[in-house]
């Protein structure tokens, strides 16, 4: 089944106006990571997270490994914010890392 | 400048082709990464290496073998390509830290098997 499960897979949103993406863990998790990859392909890091929260500029992200999820939140949205989002989780006891399937978000002006 | 590097960007070939992806790091990481990128699956693992000359299978390794030649290259073989493995592929590298391995991206190649 799915080991990381992203939420939602689609969205669209207003520029200006803000939101929340979640990826719940089936997986014990020791550390998450987000990622945006543009339209260029290009998959650039947005966060590395042991359990807790790091905010750098309009995003935010949380990590809540007892309760198995994360959150990436986006506040202010902006049309270059438009791309597909990743988490990706360390699996505990292994040295692989676990992707999501990725929520695609459309910024409309 | 651009510490994760990919080559090449794009290649065509036809079915039971021979091709080699290269990546080139230059963070000093000790793991390499080989990762391919389907709609609908996410990025998915097909090899890994913690050093040169070390190589650990990956969630979907049929059809690839992979070789770690020093810390900073590491090669993606197919030997009998299929047009089941037309697909993205990325490279990563990362290092042990905070428990885990913050992972670094290259490019990307996108590989079309005809």
């Known amino acids: 089944g799915d080991k990381v499960k992203q939420s939602p897979s689609a969205l669209s949103l207003q520029e200006g106006t803000n939101s929340a993406l979640r990826c719940n863990f089936s997986?014990?998790?020791?550390?998450v990571q987000w990622f945006l990859q543009n339209p260029r392909g290009s998959l650039i890091n947005l966060f590395y997270?042991?359990?807790g929260t790091k905010e750098n500029g309009r995003l935010k992200s949380a990590f809540d490994s007892k309760e198995s999820y994360s959150t990436l939140h986006i506040r202010d949205a902006q049309l270059e914010d438009s791309g597909t989002y990743f988490c990706?989780?360390?699996?505990?006891?292994?040295?692989?890392?676990?992707f999501g399937t990725g929520t695609r978000l459309q910024v409309l002006p | 400048e651009a510490a994760v590097t990919q080559s090449p960007r794009n290649k065509v070939t036809v079915t039971g082709g021979n091709v080699t992806l290269s990546c080139r790091q230059t963070?000093?990481?000790?793991?390499m990464y080989w990762y391919r990128q389907d709609t609908g699956h996410g990025l998915r693992l097909i090899h890994y290496?913690?050093?040169?000359?070390?190589?650990q299978i990956g969630d979907v390794p049929d059809g690839y073998k992979a070789t770690r030649t020093t810390q900073e290259d590491f090669f993606l073989l197919l030997e009998l390509a299929s047009p089941s493995q037309t697909s993205l592929y990325f490279c990563?590298?990362?290092?042990?830290?905070?428990?885990?391995?913050?992972?670094?991206f290259g490019p990307g190649t996108r590989l079309t098997v005809l």
């Open positions: 963070n000093s990481h000790n793991y």
């Open positions: 997986i014990a998790a020791t550390t």
């Open positions: 990563a590298s990362s290092d042990a830290g905070l428990g885990g391995h913050e992972q670094y």
């Open positions: 997270l042991v359990p």
């Open positions: 990706a989780a360390d699996r505990a006891n292994t040295n692989k890392v676990v």
């Open positions: 290496s913690y050093g040169a000359g070390n190589l």
